[in-house]
C-alpha cells in the first residue's frame, strides 16, 4: 500500500486514540456513529449519494442514534 | 445562535418536558429546530473528504472516504435510470493510490454526466479525482497539492522498490494528462518543482492556477457545478433524442 498524501505519515498512522466508531447501514445510506463519553453513540457522518437524504433530521450529524443496538 | 428566553415557563407535564428535551438536543446540535425536507432528487452528490481508503483500514483519528462506500455508489448511480448525473465534491488531502485511482477510474468511466468540485483542498491522490468528471470546478480559495508520491512501509529491494514507485506515479501522471488540458511536461514540472513547499519538493496550485495550468477546466462553486451539470444532462438527453 502506498499512501499519497499531503499529511505526515505519523499523524495518518498514529495509532493511539480513544476514538470509538462504528458503521450502520440503513435504508438511506451509511450511517457513521461515533461514542462519546458517557458510552452514547451520535451520527458522526452520513455516507449517501443522495442528497435528499442528508435532509432527513435523525441523521444530522451530533444526534444520538435513537436504535437499541 | 439560538438562546433559551429566560423568562419563558417550564412545561409541567412529562411528554412536553421530552420534546422540550429534544428541541434543545437539536439546537445544541445544530444550531435549529428542523431542516427542510426534499424531494428525491436526479442529481446524486459524492463527497470525497479526508484521507482515501483503501487495502488498509486507517486508524479512527482520520477522517476517511471509503473505497468500499464509493464503489457501489458508483455504480448504483450509473445503472438507476432515476439519476441523471454525479456531482463530485472533494476536500481531500490524498490517501491509498489504488482507492484513489479506482474511483477516479470509474468516475471518467462513466456514462453519466459528472461534474467535479474541489473547494478547501484537492491534494496528491486527490488530483487524479479532480479531473475525473466530464467538467472540473475549483473554488477560487481550494489548493491541489501535487507532490511525487513518499515511500512508507517495508523496503526489500532497492532498485525494485523504486521501480515499483515510479510506476505508481506514472500511473497517476497519466491519467491526470489524459483526462485534462495539462500537458506531461507541465504536470511533471508542479510535480518535481523546488522551493515552492516548505518540507517537499513539488507546488501547491491555488484557484485560478489550476485552470490556468490547464488542470481544472474553470473557477467556481457549488452553483456553477450544477448549471454545468443540468446542462451536460440536458445535452445528453437531446442527443439520445437524435
Redesign the interface.
Known sequence: MIIYTTMPLEDVLQEENDTEVKYKDTSSGTVILQKDEEGRWFVQRLVSSNPADYLRSDYQPGEWWQSDD | MAEEQPNQPNEPDQQSDETAQGLV??I???GET????????D????TVIG?IE???Q?????KTT?YE?IIP?LV??EQNPKIKG?LLVLNT??????A?LAIAEMVASMDKPSVTIVLG?G???GVPIAVAGDYSFIAETATM?I?P?????MVVGVPQTFEY?EE?QER?IKFVIHHSNTTEDKFRELMFAKGNLSR?IGTNVIGKDAVDHGLIHSPGGVGPAIRKLNELIQEKEGNMLQ
Open positions: 438536543d437539536k445544541q446540535a445544530l428542523n431542516v427542510p425536507k426534499a424531494e428525491n432528487s442529481i446524486h452528490v459524492i484521507q483503501g487495502h488498509m486507517l486508524p479512527p483519528q482520520n471509503k462506500h455508489q448504483a448511480i454525479l488531502v490524498g490517501g491509498d493510490v489504488e484513489g483542498g491534494h496528491s491522490i497539492t507532490h508520491i513518499r515511500l512508507n512501509g514507485i505508481m497517476i517537499d
